[in-house]
């Protein structure tokens, strides 16, 4: 039986690095607003009353934002009884959140790409990913976005972050401009980037992104959408088959 390939530290293992969800998949999470979290609270406080040795956890996967003035009292509670979860920040996440996730069986921190990360924003990617996992959430717009400006703000985190969400944010007709026309298609109301440059864009980061052990998910906007990309995954997948490999390539 053949060995089975997992992406390491520079693809020694020539692993392809792709993995494939639709907008739709990904929306599969309550996302903690001050909205619903009375709701939430009473859930929390349930399981809580159920809980004996060990703090009961529901199966749900909550998305925290980090804000200036959260709630304090409903994130303790979803981090005690949440099935799991996601703290999104745009800079850094706080010591007490990153203990809190160290201690939370099932969960991920999110940041948001940048430019250019700060000394202290890069030491706090690496302290976070010694207590959960790190995902970096990248969204493209083109071509008002440069892709290799992504490769220096993310070289810094280099093996200290576990997955890469790439994503490609729909325009409205007053967003869209003259020189996004040419990449974008008219449907359901929206532009969307077409299947060719999302792909495009996954082979652009591809390389350095596998060579620093960062998992890549492609985001697509629609099953008909994913199954576009996927075709163009299984062209590309061949090159990277053992036996097509050529002599000196591992």
């Not at 739709?24 to 903690?32: I, L, R, S, Y």
Request: charged letters at 30%; aromatic letters at 12%.
């Amino acid at each position: 039986m053949a060995r089975k390939r997992f992406l390491n530290i520079h693809n020694s293992d020539r692993v392809l690095n792709i993995a494939l969800t639709t907008k739709q998949e990904q929306a599969n999470f309550t996302k903690v607003t001050r909205i619903n979290e009375k709701k939430i609270e009473r859930e929390m406080d349930q399981l809580k009353e159920k809980s004996t040795r060990y703090n009961k956890r529901n199966k749900k996967h909550y998305l925290i934002y980090k804000e200036r003035y959260g709630n304090d009292t409903i994130q303790e509670k979803i981090f005690n009884h949440g099935g799991y979860i996601s703290y999104y920040a745009d800079g850094r996440v706080p010591i007490p959140i990153i203990n809190k996730l160290a201690a939370t069986p099932q969960s991920e921190a999110v940041y948001l790409c940048k430019k250019e990360f700060t000394l202290e924003e890069v030491k706090n990617v690496h302290m976070t990913s010694m207590a959960t996992r790190v995902t970096i959430d990248v969204p493209i717009v083109l071509p008002d976005m440069n892709i290799y400006d992504y490769l220096f703000s993310l070289y810094p985190l280099r093996y200290h972050v576990d997955k890469v969400n790439i994503s490609f944010p729909e325009l409205s007709e007053k967003e869209i401009q003259e020189r996004h026309k040419s990449f974008y298609v008219f449907y359901n109301g929206m532009y969307h980037l077409k299947a060719k440059y999302k792909y495009q864009c996954f082979r652009y980061l591809q390389e350095p992104l596998s060579t620093w052990k960062m998992n890549i998910w492609l985001v697509c906007d629609s099953q008909k959408d994913l199954h576009m990309v996927e075709e163009l995954v299984k062209k590309d997948n061949k090159r990277f088959q053992p036996s097509n490999l050529k002599d000196g390539e591992q």
